[in-house]
């Protein structure tokens, strides 16, 4: 069997708190554990967070082990969404330039807009932050996603109810939400208008993204299928703004729910330059059985051409609620981590469990526990520094944690 490899020594940075009323003590942790991660050219780590009202930046130069003075982005305070699916992000440039994008949550229920700022000297200041959509309606647009390219080019797309609303003032049915996204070719200093990449999306999920080697976008996100199956579409932005947009059904476990489950999917690209042959995914399916013995966490192959998926494999216990799977591929190589809960004595214990595979996933070795906290964390993630693979987990008792794998 193989092995997972081995990781190396764990970085910590332990968490500090202000004292505060009770409830904004709980939305400040929440917000904390919710972060996004990036490494720059340098090697350096930049994290994205916030403390509820102002999306925050800091940097590490040895690996996580101590941070930068934060620096605060949104120069008014906004109520920031930084919690589960829902999280500041950021990206890096090929240049160095460093891009970050949240949705600040409006007044009225489940509505939002989503913001853009960026900074064009590594990171010394942040300029003004932009609304990246011009619909200004106070309705959902939430859900952010970032995706820069190995060619510079930005695209951010989000979850946005405008077509539902519009459906219901004539009186039309409407599934779900929509997915839209804008693209700016100019490093963030403008954007094209939004543009709709699917109707009928699922409201709560977070979209994946990942490239193809010639830069091209691609993204997946739970979607609402007829009688409201709650699988997954894949669709690939094309470079030219002038070609359609291809959408293809990605997973077909049919589970049918009439609501949002919050779990979004993992997808990365697979094989580099003339090798490339499709995508790696990985998905939660709740199944369609009331005692939820078919609920499991499942991954697969998707043809990139021909999109075919291969039978997908489930993997996790579901008895320990597996979810949230992170994916990074180099090459064939593939890791594969998720989340499980451990209860024991009236002890919970969060865990970290990951696959390895050394054939493009077409096999796996065995899944291991490679860390753990006895108290709240946030979803792993996984991120590469000159191919080397690090889990990033952040945890509210042992603050970050980054494994080298």
Same mark, same amino acid.
Request: with cysteine.
């Given at each position: 069997m193989k092995k997972l490899l081995v990781f190396c020594t764990a970085f910590w940075m332990c968490l500090s708190f202000t004292a505060e009323a009770h409830e904004d003590h709980?939305?400040?942790?929440?917000?904390?554990? !919710? $972060?996004?991660?990036?490494?720059?050219?340098?090697?350096?780590?930049?994290? /994205?967070? +916030?403390?509820?009202?102002?999306? &925050?930046?800091? +940097?590490?130069?040895?690996?996580?082990k101590h941070f930068s003075k934060a620096v605060s982005i949104n120069p008014r305070a906004q109520n920031i969404a930084a919690d589960g699916e829902a999280r500041p992000k950021i990206a890096i440039?090929? #240049?160095?330039h460093i891009y970050l994008t949240w949705t600040e949550a409006?007044?009225?229920?489940?509505?939002?807009?989503?913001?853009? !700022?960026? +900074?064009i000297n590594g990171g010394k200041t942040f300029e %003004? =932050? $932009? $609304?990246?959509? &011009?619909?200004?309606?106070? $309705?959902?647009?939430?859900?952010? !996603?970032?995706?820069? /390219? =190995?060619?510079?080019?930005i695209t951010v797309a989000w979850v946005d109810k405008r077509d539902l609303i519009s459906a219901k003032t004539v009186g039309k049915h409407y599934d779900g939400a929509a997915i839209y996204f804008a693209t700016s070719s100019d490093k963030g200093a403008s954007f094209a208008v939004e543009q709709k990449l699917a109707d009928s999306s699922c409201e709560c999920c977070r979209i994946a993204f990942t490239n193809k080697p010639d830069g091209?976008?691609? /993204?997946?996100?739970?979607?609402?299928?007829?009688? +409201?199956?709650?699988?997954? *579409?894949?669709? #690939?932005?094309?470079?030219? !703004?002038? &070609? %359609?947009?291809?959408?293809k059904r990605a997973t077909f476990g049919r589970w049918k729910i009439?609501?949002?489950?919050?779990?979004? %999917?993992?997808?990365?690209?697979?094989?580099?330059?003339k090798g490339w042959w499709g995508y790696h995914m990985a998905w939660f399916d709740g199944g369609n059985d009331d005692t939820g013995k078919d609920a499991n966490l499942f991954y697969a192959r998707m043809d990139g051409e021909a999109w075919v998926s291969s039978p997908a494999k489930k993997f996790g216990n579901h008895k320990n609620q597996a979810g949230h799977p992170a994916l990074l591929s180099i090459g064939e190589k593939v890791w594969l981590v998720w989340c499980e809960t451990d209860i024991k004595e009236g002890a919970t214990k969060n865990v970290v469990m990951a696959m390895f595979s050394e054939d493009g996933g077409r096999s796996?070795?065995? %899944?291991?526990?490679?860390?753990?906290? *006895?108290d709240k964390a946030d979803y792993p993630q996984l991120l590469a520094k000159d191919n080397q693979p690090f889990l990033v987990w952040n945890t509210l008792k042992d603050g970050l944690k980054l494994v080298c794998l």
């Open positions: 709980k939305q400040h942790q929440k917000a904390i554990l !919710a $972060i996004s991660v990036a490494f720059d050219v340098t090697g350096n780590l930049w994290r /994205a967070t +916030s403390n509820g009202s102002f999306v &925050q930046v800091d +940097s590490s130069s040895d690996l996580g440039g090929p #240049e160095g409006l007044a009225k229920p489940f509505t939002g807009y989503v913001w853009f !700022a960026r +900074s %003004a =932050p $932009i $609304i990246v959509h &011009q619909d200004r309606a106070e $309705i959902t647009h939430r859900f952010d !996603a970032l995706n820069v /390219a =190995p060619s510079g080019n091209t976008v691609v /993204a997946m996100w739970r979607h609402v299928f007829e009688g +409201s199956e709650r699988d997954h *579409m894949i669709a #690939e932005i094309p470079l030219n !703004a002038s &070609q %359609a947009v291809v959408v009439d609501g949002c489950p919050h779990h979004g %999917a993992a997808l990365a690209s697979g094989g580099e330059g796996w070795g065995d %899944a291991s526990a490679i860390a753990s906290t *006895m």
